[in-house]
């Protein structure tokens, strides 16, 4: 409702939301409100990764709507998990934490690992609602490292 109400003030607004935006019920509910909406998010279920292709139809077929960013980071985390235990050789909480360190893993939303600092980086797409779909706009998001070399370290 509020994107409604923001855009009967001013139908030049330009709203920028969060992954949570990035939803079919999201387009439903603001209607054609919702174009001209943009949000960030680590995974597009139109991305040509084989990955997330392979991700999205049968997430397509077995839930009848195409995934979100939350369902893909969902489904990366299980895997990281899968991947620590057969690392460690164990199941035990301990061990899962210890060697989610020491694991990769290819996803959905990106390459999931954890820096030095705990951090799970993610590379962004920015997404934009045009005639109630989502579209990627290509190259604006940068990676964390790329960010921080242009705007902290000046590199």
Known sequence: PFVKQYKEKDPDIKIIGSAATFSQ???DLAGEDANGVCMPTSFFYESE???VQAFSEEFLTRMGANPNTFCAQVYDAANMIFL????GQSASRADIVENLYKVTFDG???NVYFDEQGDC???QVLLEIVDGKY???PDVMM???DW???YIFNE
Do not use: D, L, N, Q
């Open 121 to 123: 980086p993610k590379t």
């Open 25 to 27: 019920e999201f387009i």
């Open 135 to 137: 579209t990627e706009i």
């Open 108 to 110: 959905c939303s990106g």
């Open 148 to 150: 921080e070399a242009t």
């Open 143 to 145: 990676s964390r490292p």
């Open 84 to 87: 620590a235990i057969e690392e």
């Open 49 to 51: 990764k084989p990955i």
